[in-house]
């Protein structure tokens, strides 16, 4: 076994300790660089595929197993509940155990899963598996990221974590197209059931290529009661984002959760000061480029997640696609990301990441400003163009900031690091989510009234107002069977333009927060510790 030299959490200042000099390269398949970034590629597209992949069968669930809308909203929201919680703690098990045996272990459980979810006949059982699924991602997750960090020299991972990050974008934006095939040609089960020989493909990968990579001075133990108290904020967080649409946000509900959730970090960080070995050393945010790398990707996804959360409904709600329409639509965004990660790798190799992530990040608030132009009647070219510049900006993000965060890391806290990173990204996308969606809320109750009464509509009832509000919301026109066709055509407008009113602000405030995080990129650097992963011990 090589020796790994033990590396500052600060990540200010001093020199990057050399990869140990008996260190040497891996022969043939086994431990080789590109042959492992194919391998966890492969389970982190199951990963990032059911992100999106499954709303478009939702609908087909909800009719084939007599769902009511709150279950099926719980097929998501356990999912996303469950990878959020376990991110970090996941992250931990592979620094402790090795990156290998939990990557390996998060595929077969995820495959499991989604199989067991395709054989399932209630909606209940859905969504146990769903959570299920949640918990083996978050294995695989941050495992990935430790083994890229640990396989590839300091002067290749950008590259690696650029075409890591385009696997990740291609899948989540692939989703919608993929999913709308799948249930439209197939049925729902094939949503899920495509991820069993993919799994398998990846397991039989991961045990031929895959390297086990421990630093020697890995941790021996488990900060249980650090676990529990992580844990448990990360739940009260989460599951405040989610329930506020539905309990609003002044409900003493939501603030209970968030009170508990902040007692829960603060006795956590306090814990972390009196553990021997914390499950986040909290040193590690001493590290200032570190800091702003986390900061950085939650303000992303609020960004990303949160507006193209209403593009879905725009382009098949108000320009009536079908879901396969939609997501080809998009295909733009996509293409980008696919193009543009590879190529912010290269540019980060070259100058660093703070001028890439601040000019992507500005590049995503003047694609979120432009799509907050988009009308009822807005040509798919201006789409497009809006779509191509969210990607392209979001690429050089995707990849700088998961390498400012595991590269400033020291590497037996790899998997921690890489935690962290897509922790940042799930509470990111709940409260991008969470927030936009509550000023889309405000500005649909406080315009669809004097628009109604405007296009001179029959006045309506209190209870009526606050259906007809929910539907346009998702900019559904909110019509009565039977509803005379003049009529019908004048709702429609009003619940189109009131939808775009409120799409249009809730873009403009995923700008804004695209440009505060354009000043936080500035605080980023390149990671001091990446060095160290080509010399990790190979077990």
Request: glycine share 12%; proline share 5%.
């Amino acid at each position: 076994m090589t020796s790994q030299t033990t590396i500052e959490t600060t990540g200010s200042g001093g020199k990057a300790p050399a990869a140990p000099s008996d260190a040497t390269p891996a022969k043939g398949l086994r431990g080789h660089p590109w042959f492992t970034l194919i391998t966890v590629a492969v389970g982190v597209m199951m990963v990032a595929l059911d992100g999106t992949i499954v709303a478009i069968a939702n609908p087909a669930i909800q009719k084939d197993l007599g769902a009511t809308f709150a279950e099926v909203q719980w097929i998501t929201n356990g999912y996303f509940l469950a990878l959020a919680v376990a991110l970090i703690t996941a992250g931990k098990l592979g620094d402790r155990f090795g990156h290998r045996q939990t990557f390996l272990i998060g595929v077969v459980g995820f495959a499991a899963a989604s199989g067991a979810i395709g054989l399932s006949s209630s909606i209940g059982a859905v969504v146990v598996f769903r959570v299920f699924q949640g918990l083996f991602g978050a294995l695989l997750m941050p495992a990935a990221l430790g083994l890229l960090r640990a396989t590839f020299p300091a002067e290749k991972l950008n590259m690696a974590i650029g075409i890591w990050g385009m696997v990740i974008g291609a899948s989540t934006a692939g989703g919608p197209i993929l999913g709308g095939v799948l249930v439209e040609h197939v049925n729902w089960q094939s949503v899920f059931f495509i991820n069993v020989p993919v799994g398998i493909i990846a397991v039989v990968l991961g045990v031929v290529i895959l390297l086990d990579h421990r630093a020697e001075n890995a941790p021996r133990s488990f900060d249980i009661l650090g676990i529990a108290l992580l844990s448990s904020a990360m739940f009260c967080l989460v599951w405040a984002l989610i329930k506020a649409p539905e309990w609003g946000w002044g409900d003493g509900k939501t603030w209970l959760f968030i009170a508990g959730s902040v007692l829960g970090f603060a006795l956590f960080a306090f814990w972390e000061t009196k553990v021997k070995e914390p499950l986040i050393p909290l040193a590690l945010f001493r590290s200032v480029p570190l800091s702003a790398g986390v900061v950085l990707m939650v303000l992303m996804a609020i960004a990303f997640m949160g507006g193209l959360f209403f593009v879905t409904f725009y382009l098949q709600n108000v320009h009536g696609m079908s879901p396969i329409d939609a997501g080809l639509h998009l295909l733009p965004l996509t293409g980008m990301m696919i193009v543009g990660s590879p190529l912010a790798g290269a540019m980060i190799t070259k100058l660093g990441p703070r001028v890439p992530l601040a000019g992507g990040m500005a590049a995503t608030a003047i694609a979120m400003y432009g799509m907050s132009t988009l009308q009822t009647d807005t040509g798919s070219g201006i789409m497009s163009l809006w779509f191509a510049l969210l990607g392209l900006g979001l690429a050089p993000v995707m990849v700088g900031a998961t390498e400012v965060i595991v590269g400033n890391a020291p590497m037996e806290l790899s998997g921690v690091a890489g935690g962290l990173q897509q922790a940042a990204m799930q509470i990111g996308g709940s409260l991008g989510t969470a927030v936009l969606g509550a000023v889309m809320a405000s500005k649909v109750d406080s315009d669809l009234a004097g628009n109604w009464t405007d296009a001179g509509l029959p006045p309506l009832t209190a209870a009526q107002e606050a259906q007809a509000s929910e539907a346009v919301q998702v900019g559904v026109a909110p019509l009565a069977p039977g509803t005379p066709e003049q009529i019908a055509a004048k709702i429609t407008d009003v619940a189109h333009d009131t939808f775009i009113s409120g799409m249009s602000l809730a873009s403009l405030v995923a700008a804004g927060v695209a440009v505060v995080a354009v000043a936080v990129a500035f605080l980023t650097k390149r990671g001091e510790n990446a060095e160290a992963g080509a010399g990790a011990a190979h077990i």
